[in-house]
């Protein structure tokens, strides 16, 4: 089984910052990872697949980089609603499909 | 519009059943491919079971297998996770989630998602 961390565990920046994510995955992905944005009480929504591709509807201000075993989430900046969790999952060797611990971006 | 509406969620005693239901509307259910992911309370994501649009390929995480079967009506545009056995670390909000693309193409990426329901296992 794939193994995703995360880091950090939690992100403090300011509206308007850049914030950067990261996911590693223990064995090579290749470019088949995703990224998931979870608002509080609410159900996940894709936001990037295949390692750098917007999802339909995602603001271009999200974009998803990396190969292999490292990837990285990049928020170029900050708006108030993005303050919140944010999951990698990988689908290259599945099943099962795994997601990693999450990343939370709050308010500094 | 797109739409999955989980429903069966409840409090359940260990060792109990319970069956959830997935109504969906607003595309072709038949085409696609469908899954279960659970998020224990204040917990990250756990993907539980994949079913395919013609319910020919089905797999399980390991820690469901034996106990969970899921099914899918496509008739009724439905998909069904039937739970036995249930211990306490079944708690969680269960979500059904629909592959990106038909077709079993780009397996794997789940959108949209249902807004989940909770199934709490506890004497």
């Known amino acids: 089984e794939i193994v995703l961390t995360q880091s950090p565990a939690t992100l403090s920046l300011s509206p308007g910052e850049r914030a950067t994510l990261s996911c590693r995955a223990s064995?090579?992905?290749?470019?088949?990872l995703a990224w998931y944005q979870q608002k509080p009480g609410q159900a996940p929504r894709l936001l990037i697949y295949?390692?750098?591709n917007r999802a339909t509807g995602i603001p271009a201000r999200f974009s998803g980089s990396g190969s292999g075993t490292d990837f990285t989430l990049t928020i170029s900046s900050l708006e108030p609603e993005d303050f919140v969790v944010y999951y990698c999952?990988?689908?290259?060797?599945?099943?099962?499909?795994?997601f990693g611990p999450g990343t939370k971006v709050d308010i500094k | 519009e797109v739409q999955l509406v989980e429903s069966g969620g409840g409090l359940v005693q260990p060792g109990g059943s319970q069956r959830l239901s997935c109504a969906a509307s607003?595309?072709?259910?038949?085409?696609?491919?469908m899954n279960w992911v659970r998020q224990a309370p204040g917990k990250g994501l756990e993907w539980v079971s994949y079913?395919?649009?013609?319910?020919?390929?089905?797999y399980y995480a390991d820690s469901v297998k034996g106990r969970f079967t899921v099914s899918r009506d496509n008739a009724k545009n439905s998909l069904y996770l039937r739970m036995d056995s249930l211990r306490d670390e079944d708690t969680a909000v269960y979500y059904c989630?629909?592959?990106?693309?038909?077709?079993?193409?780009?397996?794997?990426?789940?959108?949209?998602w249902g807004q989940g329901t909770l199934v709490t296992v506890s004497s």
């Open positions: 064995q090579s992905v290749n470019t088949y």
């Open positions: 989630a629909r592959d990106r693309l038909p077709y079993g193409n780009n397996v794997g990426w789940l959108d949209p």
């Open positions: 999952q990988q689908r290259s060797n599945w099943p099962p499909f795994t």
């Open positions: 295949d390692a750098s």
């Open positions: 607003g595309f072709t259910f038949s085409s696609y491919s």
């Open positions: 079913i395919s649009s013609s319910s020919s390929t089905i």
